[in-house]
């Protein structure tokens, strides 16, 4: 089982910026594809970005080239830089991690990122 801690959300204003980090700690060998998800008050939890173990990314449209994920194997840790924060951005955002021999699916608490003037 792999453990997940999310930081760095907060309250920050249009236009804005603010970095997620999430710490991994428990199975890591097996982790193949890490992830940011977000679920806004009555909407269903969405892709953000997402990165494999060979850092091959994927990012959701609404992104548009404002989010940038990155991932330290070593010190098993995934980050999410998001710039030009929009209201809309406001969320909580969860980290994910796959397990490559199971398939499993591990989530983190959630941080959230509120994008308000």
């Known amino acids: 089982q792999v453990q997940l801690v999310e930081s760095g959300g907060g309250l920050v204003q249009p236009g804005g910026s603010l970095r997620l980090s999430c710490a991994a700690s428990g199975r890591i060998f097996s982790i193949r594809t890490m992830g940011w998800y977000r679920q806004a008050p009555g909407k269903q939890r969405e892709l953000v970005a997402a990165?494999?173990?060979?850092?091959?990314?994927n990012y959701a449209d609404f992104v548009g080239g404002r989010f940038t994920i990155s991932r330290d194997i070593v010190k098993n840790t995934l980050w999410l830089q998001m710039n030009s924060l929009k209201p809309e951005d406001t969320a909580v955002y969860y980290c994910?991690?796959?397990?490559?021999?199971?398939?499993?699916?591990?989530w983190g608490q959630g941080t959230q990122v509120t994008v308000s003037s």
């Open positions: 994910n991690a796959v397990d490559s021999f199971t398939g499993l699916s591990s």
């Open positions: 990165i494999t173990s060979g850092i091959s990314t």
